[in-house]
T-cell receptor, first 113, second 115 residues
Framework: EPEVTQTPSHQVTQMGQEVILRCVPISNHLYFYWYRQILGQKVEFLVSFYNNEISEKSEIFDDQFSVERPDGSNFTLKIRSTKLEDSAMYFC???????????FGQGTRLTVV | GNSVTQMEGPVTLSEEAFLTINCTYTATGYPSLFWYVQYPGEGLQLLLK?????DKGSNKGFEATYRKETTSFHLEKGSVQVSDSAVYFCALSDPYGGATNKLIFGTGTLLAVQP
């Protein structure tokens, strides 16, 4: 069964550092998403990406965040100058079309210390 | 705006007990409704879905009915197993709202089934 792969599974970083979270989407999928879940809170939409550009972003997704698909396979989320409140589980998801099932990766747990 | 509210956990049940996890939603338009499950150490997996009022989604013995009049999508299972222990997320998407069909999730409910 096809799957979405995220790396690393867990990352610990110092406050102020930059981190890059990676996702390998399912090969024929066209829409890519990042979500995050702060411990004990809701899973929140961050950003969606289609046709090599951001198609929608939430108010959380400010200038600290960026996404790209640099090599046509990996889909990355970069967080610049991390803050303590960025500690969360980050999920990548992909779909083959607008109204089709979203497939999620297993998540990256980011801990900012 | 669109939102999802689901019951607080954890829910602890004995094997073969009946399960209900409540989920209600607020939405403009005509959302599709979903239940996702996250087993320990794994990603979110789609459990079932319903795309219009009165639809019933079902999978692996779980069921949920899209109730527009009560804006609810409660998850039920007649007889839970230890292997059902996981976190369950209710979610909605509005296929005609926003550019990209994003999902809006509830907080998740941890289910622990004891032998």
């Amino acid at each position: 069964e096809p799957e979405v792969t995220q790396t690393p599974s867990h990352q610990v970083t110092q406050m102020g550092q930059e981190v890059i979270l990676r996702c390998v989407p399912i090969s024929n999928h066209l829409y890519f998403y990042w979500y995050r879940q702060i411990l004990g809170q809701k899973v929140e939409f961050l950003v969606s990406f289609y046709n090599n550009e951001i198609s929608e972003k939430s108010e959380i997704f400010d200038d600290q965040f960026s996404v790209e698909r640099p090599d046509g396979s990996n889909f990355t989320l970069k967080i610049r100058s991390t803050k303590l409140e960025d500690s969360a589980m980050y999920f990548c998801a992909t779909t083959g079309g607008r109204n089709t099932e979203a497939f999620f990766g297993q998540g990256t747990r980011l801990t900012v210390v | 705006g669109n939102s999802v509210t689901q019951m607080e956990g954890p829910v602890t049940l004995s094997e073969e007990a009946f399960l209900t996890i409540n989920c209600t939603y607020t939405a403009t338009g005509y959302p599709s409704l979903f239940w996702y499950v996250q087993y320990p150490g794994e990603g979110l997996q789609l459990l079932l879905k319903a795309t219009k009022a009165d639809d019933k989604g079902s999978n692996k013995g779980f069921e949920a009915t899209y109730r527009k009049e009560t804006t609810s999508f409660h998850l039920e299972k007649g007889s839970v197993q230890v292997s059902d222990s996981a976190v369950y997320f209710c979610a909605l998407s509005d296929p005609y709202g926003g550019a990209t069909n994003k999902l809006i999730f509830g907080t998740g409910t941890l289910l622990a089934v004891q032998p």
